[in-house]
């Protein structure tokens, strides 16, 4: 069945510095959402990428979809402690009902 | 708005006991979806329902039931819990399928001992 797989699964960062999260699917996504789950919170909407080579940014964030629309990354520039949490990708099922979260990425901040 | 309400936040069963998990939203959404959360295992699908009248098994849904009591609530059963049940619950809901976003409920801590 599909599977997707987010690298790595733990990310250190030092404050200000920049990192990149991966997401890959085993198939072709018709469009691919990216969540944000603070520490004992709740996973929350970042953004949803659609179109192949599609490149978003929110402020510190970019999200990009891959061409072949297997895979996807985040990236987060000059990381804040607000940063802290761990950010999954998503993606549909053939059916189109049923989303596929990946393994999701904790990011964890040095002050 | 509330957006996606669950009920009890946190619930300690033993071996055998059941109980019910209840979602309820206020955002005339069509679909809802059952969601649990175990370390280093992302989200993983129980149930989800299309619409009101319909349900259909997710990833895991063994040891599960589900119902979709009308449009707005969306329960999960435990008929007989196990220590490998012992996770994070999350509801969540959306407006249709396809391409729409999830808002997610605050989640249930269930140990089951």
């Known amino acids: 069945g599909q599977q997707v797989m987010q690298i790595p699964q733990y990310q250190h960062v030092q404050e200000g510095e920049d990192f990149t999260t991966y997401c890959n699917s085993s198939t072709t996504l018709s469009n691919i959402q990216w969540y944000k789950q603070r520490p004992g919170g709740h996973p929350v909407f970042l953004i949803q990428l659609v179109k192949s080579g599609e490149v978003k940014k929110q402020k510190r964030l970019t999200f990009q979809f891959g061409e072949a629309k297997k895979n996807s990354s985040l990236h987060i520039t000059a990381t804040q402690t607000t940063d802290v949490g761990t950010y999954f990708c998503a993606g549909p099922r053939a059916a189109g009902n049923k989303l596929t979260f990946g393994g999701g990425t904790r990011v964890l901040v040095k002050p | 708005n509330a957006g996606v309400t669950q009920t009890p936040k946190f619930q300690v069963l033993k071996t055998g006991q059941s109980m019910t998990l209840q979602c309820a939203q206020d955002?005339?959404?069509?679909?809802m979806y059952w969601y649990r959360q175990d370390p280093g295992m992302g989200l993983r699908l129980i149930y989800y329902s299309a619409s009101e009248g319909t349900t259909d098994k997710g990833e895991v849904p063994n040891g599960y039931n589900v119902s979709r009591l009308n449009k707005r609530e969306f329960s999960l059963r435990l008929e007989s819990a196990a220590p490998s049940q012992t996770s994070v619950y999350f509801c969540a809901s959306r407006i249709q399928g396809g391409g729409e976003k999830l808002f997610f409920g605050s989640g249930t801590q269930l140990s089951v001992l």
């Open positions: 955002m005339n959404h069509n679909s």
